[in-house]
Nanobody, 127 residues
Framework: QLQLQESGGGLVQPGGSLRLSCAPS????????VGWFRQAPGKEREGVSC????????AYEESVKGRFTISRDNAKKTVYLQMDSLKPEDSAVYYC????????????????????WGQGTQVTVSS
């Protein structure tokens, strides 16, 4: 059973940066597609970014393109989400999710693709 743990959330001013980490327990994410999702109060959970396992292809939701960067460090068994130029509308609980697969060349921002989820970390962007 893959268990995921997010960290790195917090309170930041508009224009600031945070780096979220997603670390598995006991296993590596090297052969897993990994996605970052977020959910604001009263809103649906939406895909923010993802990275495939086989080709390391990445994808981003339109509103975060150019500001967020997803990456993986296989040696540290961790996937990161670097978030720069943060805006108040980025405030949400951020979740990482994974699916052990190397079948797909492209990753997906569809939450139905993912089978394992972390507990989430709160990101608040406010002055």
């Amino acid at each position: 059973q893959l268990q995921l743990q997010e960290s790195g959330g917090g309170l930041v001013q508009p224009g600031g940066s945070l780096r979220l980490s997603c670390a598995p327990s006991g296993v590596t994410l090297e052969n897993s597609q990994v996605g970052w999702f977020r959910q604001a109060p009263g809103k649906e959970r939406e895909g923010v970014s993802c990275i495939s396992s086989r080709t390391q292809t990445t994808a981003y939701e339109e509103s975060v393109k150019g500001r967020f960067t997803i990456s993986r460090d296989n040696a540290k068994k961790t996937v990161y989400l670097q978030m720069d130029s943060l805006k108040p509308e980025d405030s949400a609980v951020y979740y990482c999710a994974a699916v052990p697969t190397t079948l797909f060349r492209l990753c997906s921002l569809n939450r139905g693709r993912y089978t394992f989820w972390g507990q989430g970390t709160q990101v608040t962007v406010s002055s």
